[in-house]
């Protein structure tokens, strides 16, 4: 059983920076592609980015140029750093994992995540 714990949430300003982080008891994390997903109070989850395999990343519209996220293969955690945060994007955070190939697509729904951590609010406030 794989476990994912996130951290770095918090109050921020609008136009602030957060750091979130998702830890992975997984032994076969260099092997994974790990989703960030949001949810927002009375709104359905939404994604925001994923980070494949060998490292590429991809993102909702959303949050494309102010979001990035990396990852660490020899800590089994992934980062997902947000600048120039809006009060719109208020919500829980959360990541999972999935194991996959080299050549595997982006992975954008959550459905095609297998492990899930139990989120970080995410505050900004206007």
């Known amino acids: 059983q794989v476990r994912l714990m996130e951290s770095g949430g918090g109050v921020v300003q609008a136009g602030g920076s957060l750091r979130l982080s998702c830890a992975s008891s997984?032994?076969?994390?260099?092997?994974?592609?790990v989703g960030w997903f949001r949810q927002a109070p009375g709104k359905e989850r939404e994604f925001v980015g994923t980070?494949?395999?060998?490292?590429?990343?991809y993102y909702s519209d959303s949050v494309k140029g102010r979001f990035t996220i990396s990852r660490d293969n020899a800590k089994k955690t992934s980062y997902l750093q947000m600048n120039n945060l809006e009060p719109e994007d208020t919500a829980v955070y959360s990541c999972?994992?999935?194991?996959?190939?080299?050549?595997?697509?982006?992975?954008?729904?959550?459905?095609?995540?297998?492990?899930w951590g139990q989120g970080t609010q995410v505050t900004v406030s206007g």
């Open positions: 999972a994992t999935r194991d996959t190939i080299l050549t595997a697509p982006y992975y954008t729904s959550g459905d095609d995540y297998h492990y």
């Open positions: 997984g032994r076969t994390f260099t092997r994974d592609a």
């Open positions: 980070i494949s395999r060998p490292g590429g990343t």
